[in-house]
């Protein structure tokens, strides 16, 4: 796949220049200093060599094929080259030029103009306003930048040119090697989605990197990274938003998805490990290009240094890595080498006047025990230690083991001949403890998740004709809001329970109600401009008596009219009273990239403080709605604390499995809102006491 672009026989650059420095001349210069050993065409109409290379007036004057453009004439000129593509049979181009879409309206224009032009010509491009590409193992790099990274196993792809060359500056000094190298720019044809699939099939790429601020086809873009995720890692940092959440949410559900939770949810429920920083993206990077995954938690840490090891021990406390005790014979055998006041439980403090054979001989002791899945090495530069020898210990053990071995070397200028061995033999080093850590921590996810079974989605069927006609009537009278006694009639289409419940107009309606229902009951003030009702004072809970309904019809439709005058007001509902239950929230919104997301949460007045929700993109998976509950921070509190009897957790999974197929059966819904939602104890479901729907929309 994209093979022109990766394995060009022969590759033009349309806008060389004869002046050094201009863009154009240096990407020509770089194809034939690092070593492109193809043919390279020059075009400029005025040159007859570039850069020693002979050139050619016009891409048609070229006497053999081309299989890869490279474009860097001003804006004005691109799809003129592009229509000379087309004539020449080239399929593939790298569009370097700015001044499109990233410019103004003149500039998105002429990129519409572009992609039409591409299309109708049969060229696929990379760009425009890129940077260009690079491939180590063909040692091309057609690109501006300076420099030529190092051959490794890291296919980096990313949005962004300025972190390309951010990227590329750290890693040479470092001595981190890539595959490929893919500067994609504004991503109007070739897009992330399309270089994922191709460096998952690249022989030469052991783990996918990306720098993305938006995607286009959120859905298509999920399905790929699912799958190329099970085969290779895949790394992303995401940065800059796309206002996509930002639009006005009339539910919570809608104010709390935020700009970021579609992403967060479609990196989770495809394996892609999440990126925070550049620091993140190359260390993860790192682990990956050169250890093995470990196959369990189980970690072991060397150091010799008391406070080191500390912070590395509380890293993993804060992880899901587990730092267990050695077996005991090993631990006597450490004792054999090892000075009597080492620490020989985990983390092993090997202490300050180590030298490399204590490392040596401790390292090839735990690494007899078969539970320890991954081992962490950390050194202080002390006088007594000779670092290189201890780096070349270390990598000759580590090479081949089927097990990680992380090193955190720390300090910068006594360890970096020691860290450039590491290097050279495939043991990365980290600068702090905690880092190495985090790696060996998502590299432990990364096998959980590449070992997970495939997921499991539902089949319901549920007869939802009641539900269709609501919606449609709703349309027929062009609102887009449901009414609350619609709400509650589509979900209980889905099976959701509600309260008995009964509509009142006047006082003595109210206390008719409430009597046939059976005291005690709720009262809740019915305005359709009021959106959040026990936040101005509509809501009245256990009204015990006739009384206490008649006081509290006339305070709550007063009270209602004092603050909102222009407030149509309906009546009142009047509610049975649930006793007990835990209030949680359930929804589904609408992200313009990625579709319908659901919703849950820990509920209550605090619910948009707190924000201890989840999300999950649609269709769910059962795995999805187990996981969305347990992964809030109070999830503990539907366990049961002090002696409270469990929640009904299948009860919600069940629910939140609903409202996603309820989101597929009727792809109009923008927000539906389920707030709050009692869950009772084991066994009793779940109750809900309000909800409202917003559609519009395919
Ligand atoms: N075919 C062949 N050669 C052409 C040409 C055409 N249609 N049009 C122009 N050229 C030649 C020019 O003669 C010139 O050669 P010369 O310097 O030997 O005279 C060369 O191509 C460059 O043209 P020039 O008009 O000097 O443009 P430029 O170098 O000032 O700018 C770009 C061209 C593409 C670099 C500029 O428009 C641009 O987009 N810069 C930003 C690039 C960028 O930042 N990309 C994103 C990075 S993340």
């Known amino acids: 796949m994209l093979d022109n672009f990766f394995n060009p026989e022969s590759i033009a650059i349309v806008g060389a220049s004869r002046t050094p420095g201009k863009v154009g001349h240096d990407i020509v210069e770089n194809i034939i200093q690092y070593g492109y050993e193809r043919a390279v065409y020059p075009i400029n109409p005025q040159a007859s060599t570039i850069c020693g290379q002979k050139s050619y007036p016009s891409l048609l004057d070229i006497p053999g094929n081309v299989d890869l453009a490279v474009i860097v004439v001003p804006s004005q000129g691109v799809l003129e080259v592009i229509d000379q593509c087309g004539e020449k049979n080239i399929d593939s181009a790298v569009i370097i030029t700015a001044g499109f879409k990233e410019s103004g309206t003149a500039g998105a224009r002429l990129e519409r103009e ?117 085969k290779k890692p895949v790394i992303i940092l995401k940065s800059g938003v796309t206002g996509s959440g930002a639009k006005a949410a009339s539910s919570h559900t809608g104010s709390l998805a935020g700009r970021e939770a579609a992403f967060d949810a479609a990196f989770k429920q495809t394996g892609i490990i999440r990126a925070y920083t550049i620091n993140d993206l190359f260390n993860y990077a790192l682990a990956f290009a050169n250890q093995p995954v470990p196959e369990g938690p189980h970690v072991a840490i060397i150091t010799n240094s008391g406070g080191p090891g500390i912070l590395a021990a509380d890293a993993c406390d804060k992880s899901d890595l587990q730092l267990v005790p050695l077996r005991k014979d090993l631990v006597d055998e ?197 959106i959040h009702k026990s936040d101005i004072g509509g809501v009245r809970l256990n009204l015990k008596s006739d009384d206490e309904i008649a006081k509290a019809f006339f305070e709550i439709t007063t009270h209602v009219r004092n603050i909102i005058p222009s407030a149509q007001i309906y009546g009142v509902m009047i509610q049975e009273m649930i006793k007990g239950g835990k209030e949680i929230i359930a929804g589904i919104t609408k992200d313009p990239q990625f579709g319908h997301m659901v919703m849950f949460g820990m509920g209550g007045i605090y619910v948009e403080v707190l924000k201890d929700i989840s999300f999950r993109i649609t269709p769910l998976s059962l795995e999805d709605a187990h996981d969305m509950i347990r992964e809030t921070r109070t999830f503990p509190l539907l366990r049961g604390v002090r002696g409270e009897p469990e929640a009904d957790i299948a009860a919600i999974e069940n629910a939140l499995l609903m409202l996603s197929h309820m989101s597929s059966d009727f792809p109009y819904i923008l927000e539906a809102d389920i707030n709050p939602l009692l869950v009772m104890e084991r066994g009793k479901g779940i109750v809900a006491l309000d909800a409202r729907f917003s559609i519009g929309g395919d």
């Open 114 to 230: 572009l992609i039409d032009r591409a299309k109708k010509n049969g060229v696929r491009f990379i760009g425009p306003n890129c940077l260009g590409i690079i491939d180590t193992n063909l040692k091309l790099n057609a690109s501006f930048a300076a420099g030529m990274p190092l051959r490794g196993g890291i296919g980096f792809f990313s949005q962004s040119g300025a972190i390309c060359l951010a990227v590329l500056d750290r890693a040479l000094p470092d001595g981190i090697g890539f595959s490929k190298f893919i500067s994609l720019g504004n991503k109007s044809d070739i897009s992330d989605t399309d270089i994922m699939l191709a460096l998952a099939e690249d022989d030469n790429t052991r783990v996918i990197l990306g720098y993305i601020e938006g995607i286009d086809n959120g859905r298509e873009f999920m399905e790929v990274a699912a799958r190329v995720s099970k």
């Open 334 to 530: 450490l004792r054999t080498f090892l000075p009597s006041v080492a620490s020989f439980y985990n983390p092993i403090d090997i202490l300050g006047d180590s030298g490399s054979d204590r490392y040596e001989k401790t390292l090839l002791t735990v690494l007899k025990d078969k539970k320890i899945d991954g081992i962490i090495i950390i050194l202080t530069p002390t006088a007594v230690v000779d670092v290189d020898a201890t780096a070349m210990a270390i990598a000759n053990i580590a090479q081949g083991l089927a097990r990680p071995v992380l090193a955190s070397f720390l300090g910068k200028q006594s360890v970096q001949a020691g860290i450039t061995t590491l290097m050279k033999y495939h043991v990365p080093n980290f600068s702090y403890p905690e880092e190495a850590v985090a790696a060996m921590n998502v590299m432990y996810h990364y096998n959980l998740w590449q070992n997970s079974p495939a997921k499991t989605y539902p089949d319901f069927s549920v007869l939802n004709r009641e539900a269709r006609d609501i919606f449609q009537g709703v349309m027929k009278e062009k609102r887009s809001h449901l009414k609350d006694s619609e709400s509650q009639e589509v979900l209980k289409t889905y099976g959701f329970r509600f309260p008995k419940n009964s509509f009142a107009r006047t006082s003595a309606e109210a206390i008719q109600a409430a009597r046939t229902i059976g005291y005690p009951v709720v009262m809740k003030i019915m305005s359709p401009q009021v």
